[in-house]
């Protein structure tokens, strides 16, 4: 019950904003916000408590096909639905701040039902649940980049990025029918076929149906991460879009693509996995570096951070791939660092352009004297990012590289390039905008307020909590991603 | 067999209330007879063959059969009637002179479309598919003073009198090399031909009943008629067109094949295996390029009749299972979807003139109502989750997967992100683009009509998340 209420709840309460106008709105969102994570925290003590099986929701829903609504929180799960329960609310936050937004009451309600699929998508247990929640959780995403952008070029922008993610979800469905039409029938089922991520896991294909299989599932993934090639929509999406929308894109959206790999690609097809390893690593890897050069050229905050992001994920896709049970670990604290760490760069540089009306770092300069909360938190923001000891950029971090050590020297010694690559471009994002010579905007920008203070100091706590207790959340994943890597190598 | 009784009365009987010149009474009046005969309707399911007394002589029961197939799809048929019809209230409101006249039509169509559904008898099919061709060829050039509404009448009768001709000869040489019209009598002739010089005869009226039907639903590469016709003809109509008769003609198309022709299916199965790959490609591909949203709507429906198609091919051996119950609800997203789609636009093209994508633009600030319909709509069009069309694809997809057409669902598959494409530009255009100079007013919409739109959105929702309720019917 406490999952359905988890997945349903933020849709029930963005119907109830379509009755609410401008304060109430704001308060119905930020109280829904609120509870749910509350209800998070609270599913999290009875998974410590008594383990998954209280969490477990297994309901018909396609009786004669064989398909379950069946959502589960296991500890891979949890450590996903915390992260955007907790990030939620400070996106809500940042959005009313936006008071330029026509129609607010849309933007917090779709805010508010884009939450329903990403937990959908991070609780579901069921291939096409799993399917179901990762579309709709498009349909929001959509609206919100593109219908509340200033840029000129938002239709084409959106555009790409809707095809492009839909366009790769095709072919994780036809990849999902094929399996589905493999198994056999679930226990105490008429339908001949099961979609239940136990029959799945236990499916036994061969290496070569397994290797086009590997393909069709992993575009989807690919696409969403993005790992290069596919991540050509990416950099324009972020920048283009308002700041809330990207932070959900960046923070929670892309983490779908590493769940979606950890739990529906690596242990269904194993063999199609180890086939193309090597291909994804260097992909991966290629990812890295090329997002952290073409970063360093960046003029554009948004867009800077956007490239970095590219190059921090391709270290997370790394270490899933190493297949290390060190690297899958580092996955999931990465998957949460990363996602208080971004979230966090775009709140600066959301709080730099609100002030200033610009995010081109030529235009800003010497703007610390004036803001020395912002310029505080800006920096450790920056620094959890580059990964520095104490902060959860450096687990995270640290464990990857270890996987992708272990799986090959050479390939952990290029990846490893990531940390240094992000010292460089963020250092120098942080001195042009902050240090340097003053701007015009040097005197006349103001400080932190009330709540952004609030909200930085949220981000803060999480990113040493994650430095200096990860095994708050390693201890969660553990389980499962020792399960995964039995699966694998079946 | 009492619906199509029913029809028929109160389709003459609205004829003389035509005579009455009171075109506000008409609207509920058909409104009340179409639910009373979809109630009737569903009387129906569960009684096969239940078939009134004095009807129940050999001669006439052979004819038609009803049973739970039948039911469903003359179900399908009479409640996309019924949730079309509030959308012609611009025409009580203009003080259209033909009202009644075309209400009439319409319930004559709708008798022979569930003739068409419920046939046992060849003849019974072609008596069904006449039925409603000559009610449509009128309808289509209702709107008289207009040029295009007469160009699509006249296109729309020259090819169907051609397409029935064939069907016609088709039936002949069916007959010819059978020595029957009974769809079970066929079944059985084929697999055991008593002659085997008439088999040639046979295949080629196979083949030409293919061709006869893939002109009446728009298969390519029959289905050149499809977008002048779908364009010219009053939107309307239009909507009653691509959602009643496609629906009516692939129910009466997977019949004819499951029943009457499965011993042949060597020539069928490879001839709609093409029909579907050129359907799907020509109908989406044409879909991209077009400017005007109804036209885009009519390529649409071809590709739509290309997926359709998709789920004959998994109608192997019995009129329940996968392949009709795919159908079935294919047909139902599909026309729910389109009903929507053609309303909203119906009722845009009525105020603002202009039926492309730019009249469209602005609409999500004026009328969220309209857009969010229209969005829902062509979402479930594309097949997108959380409507209804999205199991309709999936239930064909992973029938006809079942039965190991692995390379067409692949193809389908690729051509449904074509779709994507195209049902996506209006949305763009209504929720991204501001409105054209003088078009920012809102469309005026009547409580009536909004409510329609309402269940329709409802309908699309709810059955786009509990697909279970309505997914295991036949």
Redesign the interface.
Known sequence: MLTAFLVFFPLAAALLLHFAKGGAARALALGAALLEFVVAVFAAISFVRTGSAGLDLNL??????GINFHLGIDGLSLCLVLLTTFLVPIILLTAFRHEEYENPGAFYALVLFMQTGLLGVFTAMDA?VF???W??A??PIY?LA??WSRSDR??QI??KF??YT??GS??M??GF??L??QTGPAAGSSAAHSSDIQAFYALKLSASEQSWLFWLVFAAFAVKMPIFPFHTWQPDTYTESPTPATMLLSGIMLKMGIYGCLRWLLPVVPLGVSQWQQLVMVLAIIGIVYGAIIAIRQRDMKRLIAYSSLSHVGLMIAGVFSLQAIGLQGAVVQMLAHGVNVVGMFLVADAIERRTGSRYMPDLGGLTRRTPLLSVCFLVMLLSTVALPLTGGFVGEFLLLAGVYQFNMWAGAVAGLTIIFSAVYLLRMYQRTMLGPDSTYSETITDLGGTELVMFGALIVLVFWLGLFPGTFLRLSEPVTSQILTLVGR | MLPIVLLSVFGILNLFLGFLRSNRALLPFILVVLALVFGVNLLDWNHAGSIPAFLDSPYISQMLTVDNYSVAFSGIVLLTALLLLPFSRSYVVAGEPNLAEYYSLLLFSLVGAIMMVSYNHLIMLFVGIEILSISMYVLAGSDKRNVRSNEAALKYFLQGAFATGILLFGIALLYGATGTFQLSEVAAAIATPANQSLVPMLYVGVLLMVIGIGFKISAAPFHFWTPDVYEGTPTFFTAFMSTVVKTAGFAAFLKLLVVALPAASTVWLPTISAMCVLTLLLGNVGATVQTSAKRMLAYSSVSHAGYLLLGLIAGHGQLSGAAAQSIFFYSLAYSIATVAAFGVLKLVSDQRQREDYAGLAGLGRTNPLLAFVLTLALLSLGGIPLTRGFFGKFFIFTAVASQGHIGLVVFAVLMSMVGIYYYLRPVIAMYLRPAEPGAEAPIVVDGFQSATLVLLAIITLVLGILPGFLSNLL
Request: proline share 3%; charged share 5%.
């Open positions: 018909n829903w396609i009786p004669s096909a096409f399917y179901f929640f579309e709709v498009l349909i609206f593109g219908a938002r239709i959106t555009f809707f095809l839909i366009i095709l072919f469905l036809a029918v094929y589905y039409l």
